[in-house]
């Protein structure tokens, strides 16, 4: 008989493994309706229809109970309805509801982007290894071959998704503009303050010599083929190529990575090419969490708590976890008390309720190593042309190309 191991049920359900202890120990004195599975000398929750509505039940009554009884009721920050646009705070709830989870993203606004931004900063001065002063360093390294690539073509636009503050990027841009080859620079990110940001820091570097054209997408849903489509109708773009750039390994912040490639293969050409970089995984960096600018007792740090400050969740209400499993290194809230947020929409509310124990994510990154990077690329229609490893082999870059079909 298949069964269910405890940690799927902790995971599946959201309650804590005691809860699921529990209700093995009842069953087996005949006191809550669930079949058992016995493997060695340990019983399981057998994997079957009737114990799967069974445990259902369990979890919806106990959350119903605890949110009548003793549930802490919070609402939204006034802030939080002008920050975001009612698409976005639907995405918001629909993730809270489904997932347990606050999309990433929706930190970069407001004062998210300028914690980013000091943040960014910071990790580019240190002399330890990285995800942005590697990022750097790997395109400084691979610059012959990116030139030599790009050799046959005389104008070059630069497609930089998930811009952030665009300190990865200034050296390689600061390369391309003085070999006269650098047409548009293209920042696509979907906080504008994020935006704003990489503007001012583009015209600071760069005076008017570099042109900054922003724009406000969604990289999980919104292609961005037609900012790029006037390109392909010149007379002259057979000399010119778009050169697609996802530094930092945004799409492992995402639930899905491969709908975020997906979307920027839709919205390449197929002569253009994508410049990507990201951590790889390993023992140390499964370990390694260092997002607050001061030492000190682990805190939801400024880059990752906008969210959950605006949803009015204090941090005397959870507890902060940050650890490794099923493939992702994460960070989450875990509730000491009953929880449950009221959202006002103009035609009325939308409540969630959370039980005390449950978790709520607020950030992720998937790990994987070079082989599994080179898969994920493959299952998403590019074909990897080139591909360089920082020397302690726990920092990548590759260059691609979207398949034709």
């Known amino acids: 008989m298949q069964y269910f191991r405890n940690i799927d049920i902790v995971k599946d359900y959201r309650v804590d493994e005691s809860t699921v202890r529990k209700w093995i120990g009842r069953a087996r004195e005949g006191k809550l309706d669930l079949t058992l599975h016995k493997q060695g000398d340990r019983e399981y929750i057998a994997n079957t229809a009737q114990n799967i509505a069974t445990m259902k039940d369990l979890v919806e009554g106990n959350r119903k109970f605890r949110n009548t009884k003793a549930a802490k009721v919070v609402t939204p920050r006034p802030e939080f309805y002008k920050l975001y646009n009612q698409a976005q705070i639907y995405d918001i709830v629909a993730n809270l509801e489904l997932h347990h989870e606050i999309p990433r993203q929706y930190n970069y606004f407001d004062g998210g982007a300028e914690s980013w931004d000091v943040y960014s900063a910071k990790l580019a001065t240190e002399d330890t290894p990285n995800l942005v002063n590697s990022t750097i360093g790997l395109l400084e390294k691979n610059e012959s071959y990116i030139d030599d690539l790009l050799s046959q073509y005389k104008r070059v636009n630069v497609v930089d ?85 996802m530094l930092g390994g945004t799409p492992y912040n995402f639930r899905d990575p491969d709908g975020v490639y997906k979307v920027v293969h839709d919205s390449m050409h197929v002569n253009d090419f994508l410049i990507h970089t990201q951590k790889l995984d390993s023992d140390a960096t499964r370990r390694y969490f260092d997002f607050n600018l001061d030492p000190g007792k682990p805190v939801l740090p400024p880059i990752h708590r ?57 950030w992720r990154f998937w790990q994987q190593v070079a082989l599994d990077v080179a898969k994920q690329f493959d299952r998403n229609d590019f074909y990897i042309l080139h591909s360089s490893q920082t020397t302690d082999q726990e920092y990548i870059l590759t260059v691609s190309r979207a398949k034709a079909e």
Do not use: C
């Open 161 to 245: 998704v998930g811009v952030g503050n665009a300190v990865p990027v200034r050296d390689f841009l600061t390369r391309l503009a003085a070999r006269g080859v650098l047409g548009r620079y293209v920042a696509i990110d979907i906080s504008g303050e994020m935006l704003a940001i990489a503007e001012r820091n583009i015209k600071e570097w760069f005076g008017g010599t570099v042109p900054f054209e922003g724009h406000q997408l969604d990289i999980n849903y919104d292609r961005f083929v037609n900012i790029l489509a006037e390109e392909y109708l010149q007379k002259d773009a057979a000399d010119t190529v778009n050169l697609v750039l």
């Open 306 to 362: 906008l969210v959950v400050d605006l949803l009015n969740i204090d941090e005397d209400l959870y507890d902060l976890e940050l650890g490794y499993e099923h493939g992702q290194r994460f960070e989450r809230i875990r509730l000491k008390v009953a929880l449950t947020i009221k959202f006002e929409f103009e035609h009325g509310e939308r409540i969630i309720h959370f039980s005390k124990g449950e978790a709520i994510l607020v």
